[in-house]
């Protein structure tokens, strides 16, 4: 997702130097406080942090799996099909994950669950038959492309809103606002299952199964 967007970005503003962070992938936004970082995408928004939040887009959160798993011939995904998969998860608490908090939880379904720190193993893992997954579409994209694996909407729709968290006050710089709008525009233009957040967080697309997403 970044890269064009990056290329887009380097062309107008090519004195800005830019960097990434790998090792604070799971919880950067402390990181970001303390001065470390200077941008975090994230869904995730921290209550009093004295960081602003800038919506980027919705996305959709699909079930990944290998193209030969059973699921993958099914037309409607529920809870209740997943009750016995193993599904792979980033090491963070399940709270925060959407498929948890608005798809198994509320139908009382708990899966096995398997931590996986890193994206690329996590993606092969489900391509070798070793569990599922639910991510955001954006991040298999390409991955389906070739094949590797398949998606497929969990119940009527999972989507979640994707934020650029920066210091309070870092918003309103030229550079910052470049950057967001540049990587806003080339998700909404040319990725699939994204679409615009440019609209009040409460008409945010639902993440409950059973719901249909608003347009």
């Known amino acids: 997702m970044v890269d064009p967007a990056l290329e887009n970005f380097r062309v107008s503003w090519p004195q800005v130097e830019m960097d990434f ?13 303390q001065g470390e970082l200077d941008l975090v995408m ?59 908090r608005h798809f198994l939880q509320p139908a009382g379904i708990s899966p096995p669950l398997k931590s ?3 994206t690329l193993l996590l993606i092969q893992m489900v391509a070798a038959r070793m569990g599922i997954a639910a991510l955001p579409h954006w991040v298999v994209e390409s991955v389906e492309r070739q094949g590797l694996v ?13 934020y650029a968290a920066v210091r309070d006050g870092d918003q ?17 233009d040319h990725l699939p299952f994204v679409r615009s957040a440019e609209r009040p967080i409460f008409d945010a697309p639902t993440a409950k199964p059973g719901s249909q997403p608003r347009l």
């Open 21 to 33: 962070k790998s090792g604070v992938t799971f919880d950067p936004q402390p990181a970001l406080q």
């Open 42 to 100: 994230t869904s995730d928004i921290l209550p009093r942090s004295g960081l602003h939040y800038s919506p980027m887009f919705d996305f959709e959160v699909r079930l990944v799996l290998a193209p030969d798993h059973p699921l993958a011939s099914k037309t409607q995904i529920t809870p209740e099909d997943l009750a016995s998969e193993t599904l792979l998860i980033y090491p963070v608490q399940r709270s925060r994950l959407d498929v948890w």
């Open 116 to 118: 996986v720190d890193n």
């Open 150 to 162: 398949v998606t497929k909407t969990l119940g009527d729709g999972l989507w979640s809103r994707l």
């Open 172 to 188: 309103r710089q030229a550079v910052t606002e470049a950057f967001i709008r540049s990587t806003r525009n080339h998700a909404c």
